[in-house]
């Protein structure tokens, strides 16, 4: 089983508020990646990292940003939810050789934002 | 047009049956191709990469790749219940053969009844 932690797993919050999503890997890859996913819909990719101090923002524009300091830490924040943030966010990791195609997913968090 | 699109479902085949799942990407540059499972409330895990035209065989699991057609399928033979769950088709963009991002599709969800 991959270990990539995401906390925490559900959040329910009113509008306004700032919020973190924490992600961690023990498996020292170098790269990164936050997914979004509705219920029925595709993942779609709002934030990707290559290596520390390295971030990029994926093909789905998102109002929320992340930061990679440490190698195993890959952290994503709303500075102000809105219900339309409401969405599944999936953490995931690669390998550091190379690109094989796999990525170790997190179990996800559920936000839900009143 | 959608970069990868799956045909809608969902699929539903009776227990050892062949169940079959299409996918079409609209990059003709694109290299590497995959297809993820993700079970109901869990996280996608892959189970099969494809890069060559041709048939990739994998237990029960078939990946067949046209380029020309662009165009990547997944054959389940003698299906099982514990196959019934939402399969992601995936394709690499960009990045080399050191990096990149999975583009994934809408997802088809099969259900296989006894």
């Known amino acids: 089983e991959a270990d990539i932690y995401q906390t925490p797993r559900y959040l329910v919050i009113g509008t306004g508020k700032k919020i973190t999503l924490e992600c961690s890997q023990t498996?020292?890859?170098?790269?990164m990646y936050w997914y979004q996913q509705d219920p029925g819909m595709e993942l779609h990719l709002i934030h990707y990292?290559?290596?520390?101090?390295?971030?990029e923002k994926g093909d789905l524009s998102s109002e929320s940003t992340v930061s990679r300091i440490r190698t195993e830490h890959f952290p994503l924040t709303l500075e102000s939810a809105r219900p339309s943030h409401t969405s599944q966010y999936l953490c995931?990791?690669?390998?550091?050789?190379?690109?094989?195609?796999?990525?170790?997913f997190g179990e996800g968090s559920r936000l839900t934002v009143l | 047009q959608k970069e990868v699109e799956q045909n809608s479902g969902p699929l539903s085949v009776p227990e050892g049956a062949i169940a079959s799942l299409n996918c079409t990407y609209s990059?003709?540059?694109?290299?590497?191709f995959f297809w993820y499972r993700q079970y109901s409330g869990k996280s996608p895990e892959l189970i099969m990469s494809?890069?060559?035209?041709g048939d990739k065989e994998d237990g029960r699991f078939t990946a067949q790749l046209n380029k020309a057609s662009q165009y990547v399928s997944l054959l389940i033979r003698d299906s099982q219940p514990s196959d019934s769950a939402t399969y992601l088709c995936?394709?690499?963009?960009?990045?080399?053969?050191?990096?990149?991002?999975?583009?994934f599709g809408q997802g088809t969800i099969l259900t296989v009844h006894p």
């Open positions: 995936a394709v690499k963009v960009g990045g080399g053969t050191s990096y990149g991002k999975l583009t």
């Open positions: 494809i890069y060559s035209n």
């Open positions: 995931a990791s690669s390998e550091s050789r190379g690109f094989t195609g796999e990525l170790f």
């Open positions: 990292s290559y290596g520390v101090n390295s971030t």
């Open positions: 498996m020292g890859h170098d790269k």
């Open positions: 990059d003709r540059g694109s290299q590497s």
